[in-house]
T-cell receptor
């Protein structure tokens, strides 16, 4: 069965520090998709990135970067030069293609607090 | 401009009542979902519809009944509300099987059962 583990429950950093949020997943499907979502204090779920299992290229978008490693079943998220507006709960999620289970399986979330 | 909308945003009600939450998407997506987020922020799938057909029905009490009148709408009706139903309910949509898999979420409905 699929599973997503975010071992860091809460991280607190000071503005301008870099921070990495860890995500480890389990799946038996050969084709799957990994996601990161942000939930700010206002409560909505904001899509950040999708990565397909057949594409291990890392991605950078502004201050955000993602490191996908199939060998360790990890999909980590780094925020460079963190800002107070980055304070939120971040969720890693997985969906599977071949099993037909397209619903997202979420990790338990990592709460990031960025102090000024 | 709103992509996935839900009404109401807040719902406070008494135990035993019946209530509905509505969801609409204007993205032209084929698949819609209901997720529940509990007080510890854990998110779990409840139901999924593809083109008005139920494709996922997780272990959810049968007091919860989804209805999809067309592929742009997915409503959630809850009978005989219990204290444990208090949560945030999120609707989401995606293009559908074999297509781009990203799910976009509505703003959530915060349900409080007293």
């Amino acid at each position: 069965a699929q599973k997503v583990t975010q071992a860091q429950t809460e991280i607190s950093v000071v503005e301008k520090e870099d921070v990495t949020l860890d995500c480890v997943y389990e799946t038996r499907d050969t084709t799957y998709y990994l996601f990161w979502y942000k939930q700010p204090p206002s409560g909505e779920l904001v899509f950040l990135i999708r990565r397909n299992s057949f594409d291990e290229q890392n991605e950078i978008s502004g201050r955000y970067s993602w490191n996908f490693q199939k060998s360790t079943s990890s999909f980590n998220f780094t925020i460079t030069a963190s800002q107070v507006v980055d304070s939120a709960v971040y969720f890693c999620a997985l969906s599977e293609r071949n099993t037909g289970r397209r619903a997202l399986t979420f990790g338990s979330g990592t709460r990031l607090q960025v102090q000024p | 401009d709103t992509a996935v909308s839900q009404t109401p945003k807040y719902l406070v009600t008494q135990m035993g009542n019946d209530k509905s939450i509505k969801c609409e998407q204007n993205l032209g997506h084929d698949t819609m979902y209901w997720y529940k987020q509990d007080s510890k922020k854990f998110l779990k799938i409840m139901f999924s519809y593809n083109n008005k057909e139920l494709i996922i029905n997780e272990t959810v009490p049968n007091r919860f009944s989804p209805k999809s009148p067309d592929k742009a709408h997915l409503n959630l009706h809850i009978n005989s509300l219990e204290l444990g139903d208090s949560a945030v309910y999120f609707c989401a949509s995606s293009l559908g099987p074999g297509k781009q898999e990203t799910q976009y979420f509505g703003p959530g409905t915060r349900l409080l059962v007293l």
